[in-house]
């Protein structure tokens, strides 16, 4: 299992685009990809899910990767997280 | 007694309308996030006023902080985004207000949220409002509807 502490960049948090960005990345991989707040665990494979965590701009998330291809997972989910998510 | 113990699965689950306007399919949203179905399959409507009501009976899940989004989930599981307007994350809850909180149970017709038409208008991309289904992964058939005349925007069966 990977695990990092991301500060959400995305000046108005996860919404609609920056979430179905996520879910489209996070869907190439077999790992259970998640984030963590507040001990709340978030599919990132689901837009719902993302939707539903509420994250704002300057949040700190965990990024949690686990399976068989979790570095390859991990690498990509944190570039996009910590990138510019508006594009 | 045929159709008394019809199983649920089989059943047509309808999700009416939440705001008054033009109905048009999701393809047509001038955004790629949706137009594209990222989010998922639905219907999306040109609003001709800024009342917002609940298309389904369900829970509200979450308001995003700028109020121009809601995302509940109807008592069958099917879980669904209203998000009003193109780009209204820009306009951070100004024009919007937003009756409801999550947590809370809603009935068809409840009121959700108003916005303000012309403030909108003016402020977004467009006012076009995606009703996004977002786990068409249960949904085993969708059908919608463009016809004015009816009050359903989609009918859908889930796989429970």
């Given amino acids: 299992m990977l695990e990092k502490l991301i500060v959400i960049k995305s000046e108005t948090g996860l919404h609609a685009r920056p979430a179905a960005l996520i879910v489209k990345e996070a869907q190439k991989y077999r790992s259970k990809i998640a984030l963590v707040k507040n001990d709340n665990?978030?599919?990132?494979?689901?837009?719902?899910?993302?939707?539903?965590?509420?994250?704002?701009?300057?949040?700190?998330?965990?990024?949690?990767?686990?399976?068989?291809?979790?570095?390859?997972?991990?690498?990509?989910?944190a570039k996009l997280l910590e990138g510019n998510l508006e594009a | 007694m045929i159709n008394l113990f019809k199983r649920e699965k089989d059943q047509w689950i309808f999700i009416?309308?939440?705001?008054?306007?033009?109905?048009?399919?999701?393809?047509?949203?001038?955004?790629?996030?949706?137009?594209?179905?990222?989010?998922?399959d639905g219907v999306a409507i040109d609003p001709s006023e800024g009342r917002v009501t609940s298309p389904v009976e369900g829970e509200v899940i979450q308001i995003?902080?700028?109020?121009?989004?809601i995302v509940l989930k109807a008592s069958n599981g099917i879980e669904m985004l209203i998000h009003i307007g193109i780009d209204t994350v820009k306009m951070k809850g100004e024009g919007f207000e937003v009756y409801t909180s999550p947590?809370?149970?809603?009935?068809?017709?409840?009121?959700l949220m108003t916005f303000e038409l012309e403030k909108v208008r003016e402020g977004a991309k467009s006012l076009v409002?995606?009703?996004?289904?977002?786990?068409?992964?249960?949904?085993?058939?969708?059908?919608?509807?463009?016809?004015?005349?009816?009050?359903?925007?989609?009918?859908?069966?889930i796989e429970r």
């Fill in chain 2, 129 to 157: 409002t995606p009703i996004v289904i977002t786990n068409m992964e249960e949904i085993t058939d969708l059908v919608k509807s463009m016809d004015e005349k009816d009050q359903w925007i989609m009918k859908a069966k």
């Fill in chain 2, 64 to 69: 995003m902080d700028t109020k121009h989004a």
């Fill in chain 1, 41 to 77: 665990e978030y599919s990132c494979k689901s837009i719902m899910n993302l939707l539903s965590s509420g994250a704002r701009k300057d949040e700190e998330v965990l990024l949690r990767v686990s399976g068989e291809d979790e570095e390859a997972a991990f690498e990509a989910l």
């Fill in chain 2, 103 to 111: 947590g809370d149970q809603v009935k068809v017709g409840d009121l």
């Fill in chain 2, 16 to 40: 009416y309308s939440p705001i008054m306007g033009k109905k048009m399919d999701i393809t047509e949203v001038p955004d790629e996030v949706f137009s594209q179905k990222m989010v998922g």
